[in-house]
C-alpha cells in the first residue's frame, strides 16, 4: 500500500534514489562490521541492514544474509501495531521473538523510526533496521543452540517489541534485565551498541535523502522503485515453462531419533504468477527444526531471490508475484511455543531446496544447485590464558557452494540460506582470541557433487582444544545423511563427517543435534563439511576442467579413473572416517 498520493518522477532520479537506499543500507553494514564486538559479527559477518515502511513492506536491504530479510516485514508491522501512536524522535526499540517477526531468538533486532521532519514534528515513515546474531541470548545451553529444547522457552529470553531508548533516554531497567539473562554481558553491551549506532546510521542519511529531493519525491521515487521490481520479476517468471511442479527435501533427522523429516513443495506457475503450496510438509516435531511463519516465508523469498535476475533490487515489489500455502501445525510453520533456534539453517534450507528442486525443469537456466548444509558447534568453556570464560562458534571450514548454468560451485561458500554472506573469521584472530590451535584449515577434496558443473567443494578444519579443562559443546544442524542436492542430472555433493579425537577414546563421530559433548584438553576436533550439488550431466563436463580440479586437488585423480574391476576391490564403507593427519 502506496503512503499517500505519488507522482510521476524522471526515472534517472528515481535510479538515483533507487542506488542511494542500496548505499544507505550497505553504510549501515560497513558501520556495524567496524563497531560490533564479537567475532561472529566483526569477521563472519552474521547480521543484515534494510529499511521498511510503517506497513512491513521491505524498501531496501543491503545482501548480507539473506535468510533474515524475508522476515524484517514483519518485525516492522509488529513494531507499527505494538507502538501505534506511541513512537517518538530518540526511541530505540528491540525484538528477537520469531513469533513476532523474529527468524529466532539470537537474532536481535534493533529499530530506530524516521521522522518526516527530522525533528520528531513531522509524520513518521520508516524503520531503520539492523537484525544481528549474537553470540549467547540465555537460555539453557551456551550460544543459544539447545537441541534438547522442547519449547522455546528452553532457548533463551523472549524480547517481544520493547522500548529500550525512550526520546533518547536509555530505560536502564530494562538493560540491565536483558543483560543479566546473557552469559557474555560485555561482549553483548558492545554489540548492541553497535547495532544502534548502525540504525541511526540510516536514519541521518534517509533524512539527508529527503533533505536533498524532498520527501514528496523520495517517496513517489520508493514506490516507482517497488512497481518496477514487481515488473522485473514478472518478466522473469513469465518466461518460464507454466504447469505445476513438485520438489521435496529430507532433513535428516530432527535430533529425537525421527529420520527423514520432509519439506514438500508443490508450484503452480501461471504467466508471472507463482503459488508456492507448502502444506504437505511434515508435521510439527519436538524440536528446535521447526519454523515461525516469518521464518518460513522468508525462505520462500529467498528461493525466488535465486530465481530471477540477481540485478533486480530485492524489495516488498519484488515478492508481489508470489502466494503462499502453508498449514499450521506443521514443521514450516510451527504452533506458537514451538522451539524454532535451527529453523534460519533448517528447515529453511530445505524450503528453498524443495521449491527450486521443483522449479528446475521450468526455468533450467536458472536453477542452481544444493549448497552445503549449516553445521555448527559452540565450545564454551575457560582460556587458560587470561582465565576468562568464551564461547567460540565454528565458522570455519565453509561447506560449498551449488553449482549453476553459470559455472562450477564456489568452494567454502557457505550455506544456501546465507549464500556466501556469512564469512569464516580469520584463524590466526580466533587462536588469539580463544585456546585453539589449527593443525589444518583446507578444501575438501571430492566432496563436491559431480555434474557438467562441479558443486564447489567444502572444507576441513583440524582444531587442537588448548584448554587446560574440559570444555563443553553443543551442535546445531544438518547434512550427516543427507548432502547438498544435485539436480538436473547432477550428483549430490558429499554429507558432512564431523569427528572428536580424545587420547585413549576410539574416535566419536559428533552428531548434528546434541548437547553437553565433554571436550577435554587438547581432544582433537577433524570437521569435515559437505561439498555442493552438482548442475547438469556429469558427461558432459570438459574434460579440461577435470583436469585443472584434480590438478588444483578439488578432486582427486583416483576419482575421475575409470574404477578396477569390482571382483579385484572390495567395497569400502561410505564414508569411511580418518584420524587427524
Known sequence: MSQGMTFPVDPIVTSVIQHRLLAIVEGMGEAMLRTSYSQILNSSRDFSTAICDLDGRLIAQAEHVPIHVGALPFAAKSMTEFFAGNIHQGDVFLLNDPYHGGNHLPDLTAFVPVFEGGNGDGRLRFWSINRAHQSDIGGATHGAYN?????????????????????????????????????HPRDFRGDLAAMIGSTHVGERRMLALA???????????????????????????????????????????????????????????????????????????????????????????????????????????????????????????????????????????????????????????????????RFRIAIQGKDPRSDKPFIWHFFQARPGGGASPAGDGWPGAGEWQAAGG?????????????????????????SGGEGKFRGGPGGIAEVVVETAEPAVGNTAGDGVRYGACGILGGTDGAPHRYTLYSEGQPRRPIKTKEVGLTIRPNDVLVLESGGGGGWGNPAKRDPEAVEHDVENEFVTAAKVAPPPPASRVPPSPRNAGRGPG
Not at 161 to 173: A, I, K, N, T
Open 422 to 446: 556469512i564469512k569464516f573469521g580469520s584463524l590466526e584472530v580466533t587462536e588469539v582470541r580463544f585456546p585453539l590451535f589449527f593443525r589444518r584449515h583446507e578444501f575438501r577434496p571430492d
Open 147 to 183: 537441541a534438547a529444547a522442547t519449547d522455546i522457552w528452553q532457548e533463551g529470553i523472549r524480547i517481544t517489541p520493547l522500548r529500550l531508548y525512550d526520546r533518547g533516554e536509555v530505560r536502564r531497567d530494562l538493560l540491565e534485565m536483558i543483560v543479566t539473562n546473557v552469559r
Open 211 to 373: 533533505a536533498e529531493f524532498d520527501w514528496p519525491t523520495t517517496n513517489a521515487a520508493i514506490e516507482a522503485v517497488l512497481d518496477g521490481a514487481e515488473r522485473q520479476t514478472g518478466a522473469e517468471i513469465a518466461r518460464w515453462k507454466d504447469g505445476v511442479y513438485h520438489g521435496e527435501a529430507m532433513l535428516d533427522d530432527d535430533g529425537r531419533g525421527n529420520d527423514d523429516i520432509h519439506i514438500r513443495a508443490t508450484v503452480t506457475k501461471r504467466g508471472s504468477d507463482l503459488v508456492i503450496d507448502l502444506s504437505d510438509s511434515h508435521e510439527q516435531v519436538a524440536s528446535f527444526v521447526n519454523s515461525s511463519y516469518p521464518n518460513m516465508y522468508s525462505a520462500v523469498v529467498v528461493a525466488l531471490s535465486y530465481l530471477i535476475d540477481p540485478n533486480t533490487p530485492k524489495n516488498d515489489g519484488t515478492f508481489r508475484p508470489l502466494t503462499i500455502i502453508a498449514k499450521p501445525g506443521t514443521v514450516v510453520w510451527a504452533n506458537p511455543g514451538a522451539p524454532v533456534t535451527l529453523a534460519t539453517n533448517h528447515c529453511a534450507q530445505e524450503i528453498l531446496e524443495a521449491i527450486i528442486k521443483a522449479l528446475a525443469p521450468a526455468c533450467p537456466d536458472r536453477a542452481m544447485a544444493g549448497w552445503g548444509r
